[in-house]
């Protein structure tokens, strides 16, 4: 095999591999208004899709309080509000920012290509736990 052969070899898994690491959650017509939050589904799991300042984040759509979908709370700035209880979850890094949920939830890296929107399967961070309430 030439060199060239194997560059190209190498190039079309590494692209198959980039590639494969993102799911397709929605068309970007189905993207949330700014300062809003839609609920999609990534490889069976729901996942929360959160617009704020012109740009969009994904989250674990499961407050990790209980068993109640972030999509129907409120986004403020960087956060989404639990519509339960009232705990609040930077978007940009999973955290829980107040009680009762001490435990972050996943965030994962959100691309736009064409015209359709793609999402990490592998969490790209976790926050730590909310050390201040586990006291
Ligand atoms: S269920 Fe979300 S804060 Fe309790």
């Known amino acids: 095999m030439s ?3 194997q560059h190209s070899r190498v190039s ?9 690491e993102y799911v397709k959650v929605c068309d970007v017509a189905d993207l949330p208004a700014q300062g809003a939050v839609r609920r999609v589904e990534l490889d069976g799991e729901p ?8 740009d969009y984040h994904a989250i674990d759509d499961i407050c990790s309080h209980d068993e109640v979908s972030l ?3 409120e986004v ?3 956060t989404v509000e639990c519509w339960l209880h ?16 001490k435990k972050p939830v996943a965030v994962y890296d959100i ?4 015209d359709g929107v793609y999402v990490s399967t592998a969490p790209k ?3 730590t736990e909310l050390e201040s309430n586990a006291r």
């Not at 609040?88 to 009680?99: I, N, P, Q, S």
Request: charged share 25%; glycine share 10%; aromatic share 2%.
């Open 3 to 5: 060199d060239e052969q």
């Open 125 to 127: 961070a976790v926050a």
């Open 71 to 73: 999509a129907d709370g």
């Open 86 to 101: 009232g705990s609040r979850f930077d978007v940009r890094t999973g955290e829980a920012l107040c009680l009762p949920a």
């Open 12 to 20: 079309d898994e590494q692209q198959h591999s980039c590639v494969s």
């Open 47 to 54: 996942v929360a899709i959160v617009a704020v300042e012109g």
């Open 111 to 114: 691309k736009i290509l064409d």
């Open 76 to 78: 403020e700035g960087h």
